[in-house]
């Protein structure tokens, strides 16, 4: 089953195309990997696709009320801003929100929600703590537990392993390919790729405007399209323990 179709999508801004001629579709189980240079149109895409700005085509989530739309996605922007000084449990959630009726207060199945993503991403500890006296990387993860809280069936979350330490980016992405593996989908961008081709089921290369490359992790990052795409050299490796890759050297 479809959670995310775009056709024929684009998004154009003071004139000019950022992307154009987008085509894909995201199924149930699926960990997708949004990869690309800076600049390329990641964010955009993602933001597009969720219909918070305007582009041309159609994505079957834009099209969805914003009611609905919160049941069917979670979404985690790339702005890591905590703005009031709520303790995580009740950053946390506000991650329910959508499934709340007006004035409603939280059931226990919410409770039960929040425990699951407080405990995904390590955070039993940090209940009780105020979200905007966490580190950087801590915050991350609460914003983090706030999308997997909502329990929708897509997640979609920009750049949400820059900053966290080697250990809760291996446990995040594990995290990531567990949702996807109950069944649910994920797509995260990222500029990580050894993280993106250990952990992704497959990658979306974003370039000048237009999809370079799609498709499962060692088919996309061979030498030539790593070349042209991110102007480098790299390592890839089927391993016992898995896909590693490593850029290496900047090519002339
Ligand atoms: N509000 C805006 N108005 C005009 N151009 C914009 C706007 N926001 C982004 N752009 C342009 O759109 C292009 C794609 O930007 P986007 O942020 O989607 O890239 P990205 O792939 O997410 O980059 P990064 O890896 O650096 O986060 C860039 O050239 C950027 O300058």
Do not use: Y
């Not at 009320?65 to 009740?90: H, T, Y």
């Not at 997640?155 to 593996?181: K, N, V, W, Y």
């Not at 961008?189 to 498709?215: E, F, M, N, P």
């Amino acid at each position: 089953m479809s959670l995310l179709t775009l056709q024929n999508f684009g998004v154009t801004r003071r004139r000019r195309d950022i992307l154009r001629g987008i085509n894909f579709s995201v199924g149930a189980g699926e960990l997708v990997g949004i990869i690309g240079p800076n600049g390329a149109g990641k964010t955009t895409l993602m933001r597009a696709a969720l219909g918070l700005i305007a582009a041309v085509g159609q994505s079957s989530l834009a099209a969805l009320p914003p009611r609905l739309r919160g049941r069917a996605v979670a979404w985690m922007p790339q702005s890591r801003e905590i703005a009031w000084p709520v303790d995580v449990q009740r950053l946390v959630m506000l991650g329910r929100t959508p499934h709340l009726g007006a004035g409603q207060r939280p059931t226990e199945a919410d409770h039960a929600a929040v425990e699951r993503a407080l405990q995904r991403m390590d955070l039993g500890d940090f209940r009780n703590r105020t979200a905007t006296r966490l580190s950087g990387g801590e915050q991350a993860r609460a914003l983090i537990a706030r999308a997997l809280a909502q329990e929708t069936p897509l997640l979609m979350a920009d750049e949400p392993i820059a900053g966290l330490d080697p250990a809760h980016q291996i446990a995040t992405m594990r995290s990531f390919a567990d949702l996807a593996a109950e069944g649910r989908a994920v797509i995260v961008s990222l500029h990580d790729l050894g993280l993106a081709a250990r952990h992704c089921t497959r990658l979306i290369v974003v370039d000048k405007g237009g999809i370079a490359a799609d498709g499962p992790p060692q088919a996309v990052l061979t030498p030539a399209l790593v070349r042209d795409t991110f102007g480098v050299s790299a390592f890839l490796e089927e391993t016992a323990s898995g896909l590693v890759f490593q850029p290496l050297d900047i090519l002339e």
